[in-house]
């Protein structure tokens, strides 16, 4: 549920498959071209899957499916890497001996 | 009513570039396949002098350190042979605004586009110039959208471009983003036509005569801190800008050094693959951009593209996505610095080509970017991972893009491989006709010598 001025995101089916270009390679050309805008919402309120109204940072009004409200990053820096400290073993140790940094 | 059709909207392309780039290419044209390239890169009225003051004093960019890595350089002496294993050098262009050297390519688009009277800015970009542009964009209080090409039919996003989203944001950019296709182009041609936006592109002369800073910065720092010029520069190389600005700048300030592009090998994907988007831990610095984008530059978004690496490079080297990582880790181990993987192509190369130079030789890697979450090694290696990429250790050489990744069992193995510069130079030469459909003239014969560092004899005998 989300409300007038609430910061969200909407999702646009910008170009259905039968519309996109044609020299793109065959899986691509079998999925429509989408499209995601955040903006503040115009209508009054909202559910998710709703056809709403949003004002993007810029001031454009855009219509879409509304898809999150109060959007944000999850983005990290993975699960952990043992070849990265494999790594760092094996250069420091030609570089410095092996005693050094044991 | 705008009739916003595909095809409606790209036959209106040629007017909608025409006034949201404010400059009109076709009295560039010679109406044969020649343009007067030169003519073009004057044409934006800032010599080096005037885009250094841009830069210094109205953005504050540029003059960032270049830092010898005493460590790395040892390390590839180690297993060079007898007097070989030539110094490396690394330009830090993270330090600058935003966090790569991108920022020396939107500022001087921003000032053009601020000085023209432009409410804002618009960028096609997945890569560290969509938070160059907002970066300036804040400075310079102008708006700014950046078009992002961000996720797979699944939803799925690629971990550096989220990143490159949330910075862009965070800079108070609108962040637009769109699933994998070339149609990206249509989406941002109506966005100009709606807003009334500047075209901040990567490829006008604004754009490329901001990165010839950074080739005149490194021939001058090099004679203040060495008394020498370098030997070699080496460039990662995706849309050719880099290499095109910094060679330019290099000319400009006399130095000679060999210009060696280099990119990661990323053979056998498709770019406009929707199955294969996420299948590459790369989005910049690729073959996917540097073999096509080299060979026929006039696939940007804009009438004639500024980037046109092959007037310049000398060489064109690749490497391996396994062996980029392995040069990003060493450089935080050896070196504390900390930066992002696709930055370190051109290290990489460098490590390897050290070992075929004399010890007293000077090379200079041009660039370091940004890293964070998404854009960072251990954050690109377990996407990888998770996406089913067989990751280990062995020969990087048997390393297949979008199916393993291999890490050099030992850093001897890290190997920059020589492309064919004769087979890119004919290609263009090939594709300047074809596109064009015209019989080159003498005029024209000229002007590809130009286009490919090469003679009008080469030219003559490599026509298709």
């Known amino acids: 549920m989300a409300n007038k001025n609430d910061w969200v995101q909407i999702h646009i089916d910008v170009l259905k498959p039968e519309e996109r270009a044609t020299n793109i390679p065959e899986d691509t050309r079998h999925v429509p071209l989408e499209m995601w805008v955040k903006g503040h919402l115009i209508d009054e309120t909202a559910e998710i899957g709703d056809l709403v109204k949003v004002r993007t940072k810029t001031g454009r009004e855009v219509e879409g499916t509304l898809c999150a409200v109060n959007p944000s990053f999850k983005h990290n820096f993975g699960d952990y890497i043992p070849e990265l400290d494999t790594i760092d073993e094996t250069v420091k140790t030609i570089l410095f001996g092996g005693e050094t940094h044991a | ?464």
């Open chain 2, 1 to 464: 009513m705008l009739d916003n059709s595909y095809a409606a909207v790209m036959s209106r392309k040629n007017e909608i570039m025409k006034r949201a780039v404010g400059m009109d290419y076709d009295k560039f044209e010679s109406g044969s396949i020649a343009f007067d390239y030169e003519g073009m890169m004057a044409a934006t009225g800032y010599d080096l002098d005037a885009v250094r003051k841009i830069q210094t004093n109205e953005f504050q960019i540029g003059n960032t350190p270049l830092i010898e890595l005493k460590n790395l350089s040892a390390l590839a002496r180690s297993f060079a042979p007898q007097g070989m294993g030539a110094r490396i050098f690394v330009k830090d262009e993270a330090a600058n605004l935003s966090g790569s050297f991108k920022v020396r390519r939107a500022a001087t688009s921003i000032h053009q586009a601020k000085r023209m009277g432009y409410p804002g800015v618009i960028s096609a970009t997945s890569g560290n110039y969509g938070a160059a542009v907002a970066a300036c964009a804040a400075k310079a209080g102008l708006k700014c959208i950046v078009v992002q090409e961000c996720f797979d039919s699944k939803g799925v996003g690629q971990p550096e471009i989220i990143e490159k989203a949330r910075k862009c944001e965070a800079l108070g950019a609108e962040v637009v983003q769109l699933t994998v296709g070339p149609e990206l182009f249509y989406m941002f041609l109506r966005m100009l036509e709606e807003t009334g936006y500047f075209n901040a592109s990567l490829y006008t002369p604004f754009g490329i005569a901001g990165v010839e800073t950074l080739g005149f910065e490194i021939a001058q720092q090099c004679r203040l801190m060495l008394g020498r010029d370098p030997d070699m520069v080496v460039c990662t190389n995706a849309g050719g800008g880099n290499l095109t600005g910094t060679a330019r700048g290099l000319l400009k300030a006399n130095c000679s050094a060999e210009v060696v592009a280099a990119s990661v090998n990323l053979s056998g994907l498709h770019m406009a693959s929707d199955t294969q988007f996420n299948l590459k831990s790369f989005t910049t610095g690729h073959t996917g951009f540097g073999m096509p984008f080299s060979t026929w530059p006039d696939r940007s978004d804009v009438p004639r593209s500024a980037a046109r690496p092959l007037r310049y490079m000398d060489r064109y080297v690749t490497v391996n996505q396994g062996e980029v990582f392995y040069t990003t880790e060493m450089l935080a181990a050896l070196e504390g610095m900390e930066k992002g993987p696709a930055g370190n192509t051109s290290l990489a190369a460098a490590f390897s080509l050290a070992q075929t130079l004399p010890k007293d030789k000077i090379i200079v890697v041009q660039e370091t970017e940004y890293t964070g979450a998404g854009k960072h090694v251990n954050a690109q290696l377990s996407f990888a991972r998770s996406n089913g990429i067989d990751i280990h250790f062995g020969d990087p050489k048997d390393e297949v893009p979008g199916k393993s990744i291999i890490l050099p069992a030992h850093p001897s193995m890290i190997h920059a491989r020589e492309a064919d510069i004769e087979h890119l130079r004919t290609s263009l030469i090939h594709n300047a006709q074809k596109m064009t459909g015209k019989t080159p003239n003498e005029a024209d014969i000229a002007f590809l010598a130009e286009e490919t560092k090469t003679n009008p004899t080469f030219v003559k005998e490599h026509l298709a």
